[in-house]
């Protein structure tokens, strides 16, 4: 055995996180959703699988490999993504929502491929709201997680976050300015403010799997605490 053991924040504990896009399906062909590479919150299963952690990762569709020891569930739509958080939140201390869930889905899903019409005459599409996933964690009376949100932003960042970790009624949120270069949604690195009821704290910019260690510390400190 190994005399260098790594630090062990959240050995024995469970985490859920979820990943990636959405995909809202129009038709058999046809779907909404993002450019979401979901590169942030396969970082943060990884740091937590690491921390000692047992990890379930609820993916979206995106094109990465799975964290060495963390269980994943892939789902396509909201409504899976929110099916399977909900009963891995059942069991789990630390909720984690990373995904770039879609805000909105079709109304309808047609059962076979939309035709479009002969003539040039507009077409409207109706669309209906989503469940908030992590909103829906964080209003649990019981078998509550400490929860943890993202807040993309391009304008305003920290106060449309403070405003998310409020009506959300999270613990934390970690708030993300989508509209700088090199940073966010696509991006290998991202820089981000963290915020929560004390204040916030601002993590210089650095690669998303460097961030993601420093996030899980955070997080198994503040998780600790509750
Ligand atoms: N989120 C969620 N379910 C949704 C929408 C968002 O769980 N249907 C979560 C995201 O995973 C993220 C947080 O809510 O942790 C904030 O997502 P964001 O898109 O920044 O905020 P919204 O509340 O959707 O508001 P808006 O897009 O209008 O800024
Ligand atoms: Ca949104």
Same mark, same amino acid.
């Given at each position: ?68 020891? &963390? ?76 929860? &943890? ?44 403010? &963290? ?32």
């Amino acid at each position: 055995e190994s005399l260098f053991r790594p630090q062990q924040s959240l050995a024995g504990r469970k985490v859920t996180i979820t990943a990636g896009p959405t995909r809202e399906a129009l038709d058999p062909v046809r779907y909404l959703s993002n450019h979401s590479s979901g590169k942030m919150g396969f970082a943060l299963a990884a740091a937590a699988q690491r921390a000692g952690a047992e990890v379930t990762l609820i993916a979206g569709p995106v094109n990465l490999a799975t964290p060495a020891g &963390v269980k994943r569930v892939d789902v396509t739509g909201a409504l899976e993504m929110r099916d399977a958080a909900e009963r891995a939140a059942d069991l789990c201390d630390i909720f984690i929502g990373a995904a770039a869930v879609a805000d909105f889905r079709p109304a309808e899903v047609a059962e076979q491929k939309i035709k479009k019409r002969d003539d040039n005459s507009e077409e409207t599409l109706a669309l209906i709201k989503n469940p908030d996933i992590v909103a829906g964690i964080a209003a649990r009376k019981e078998r509550r997680p400490f929860t &943890v949100g993202f807040a993309a932003e391009t304008e305003k960042v920290v106060e449309h976050a403070q405003g998310k970790l409020a009506r959300k009624k999270l613990d934390m949120i970690v708030a993300n300015d989508v509209s700088v270069a090199d940073s966010g949604f696509n991006s290998d690195r991202n820089a981000v403010t &963290v915020i929560d009821a004390n204040g916030s704290m601002a993590l210089p910019s650095a690669l998303k799997t460097e961030l993601a260690e420093q996030l899980i510390e955070i997080i198994a400190a503040k998780a600790q605490k509750q």
